[in-house]
């Protein structure tokens, strides 16, 4: 009996000089896991978040572009003329936008020359709104939506 009691001890102080190691080895795992989870919800939040911003900012730029198009199709000048071709690439720019493809590669270089393109054609009807002059509140109302209020950071 003494025998067998003589190689359990060395066992159990094992177990005990190994228990640190085994816990901080477990504690790792749990927290990698519980990280791991928590990071890809946040991940999901902000990826919403940010994905509904530049989708609000893309609909009013399309709005903006569709709405002068209807606009301007009243007046056949060559000024005009010259004002709908613009809306008419910003419009085709936003249509080629790749809302589906998270993971385009030139997604960001693609919004920001909708951007140039949407302030471009913004300063092109610029000179309509004021020469129409009741429509003039609604220029500023335009602009600050469009551009202020959707830009990402």
Known sequence: ?????????????????????????????????????????????????????????????????????CLLQ??????????IRALDSLIGMIQKFPYEDPTYDKLQEDLEKIRGKFKQDHMLTQCCLTAMGSLTATKSAITRTCISDFVVQ
């Open 74 to 83: 009243k007046c056949t000048d060559e000024k005009n003329s010259k004002k």
């Open 1 to 69: 009996m003494a025998a067998a009691a003589a190689p359990a001890s060395p066992d159990m102080f094992d177990e005990i000089v190994m228990a640190e190691e085994r816990f901080h080895g477990e504690g790792y795992q749990e927290g990698y896991a519980e990280g791991s989870h928590a990071g890809v919800v946040e991940g999901r939040r902000y990826g919403s978040l940010h994905g509904a911003k530049i989708g609000s900012e893309i609909g009013c730029y399309l709005g903006f572009a569709l709405t002068w198009q």
